[in-house]
């Protein structure tokens, strides 16, 4: 007899309408997340140095998030 799996974390309706910037940024402080949204709307600061900037604060995140994210095209939209 095969165990059923729950697989539901991988259905689009079961995940959350963040991504991960947005889930993972909750640890940092209010003037931190002030700074970062700043950071973000920002074109003269790179996305590498916000990569950096949050890596050194321990949020892991990937390079390619923080840009998808800067551009707006991540899972919450909300970053322009």
Known sequence: MQVAID????????????????HRIASLSDDERETLAEALAE?????????RWLNKRN?????????????????????K
Do not use: M, Q
């Open 59 to 79: 949020v892991k995140v990937n390079w390619n998030t923080v840009d998808r994210h800067r551009k707006g095209e991540c899972r919450c939209g909300k970053s």
């Open 43 to 51: 074109p003269d600061i790179t996305t590498a140095s916000i990569y």
């Open 7 to 22: 697989l539901s974390e991988f259905r689009e309706s079961e995940r959350p309408n963040k991504c991960a910037i947005t």
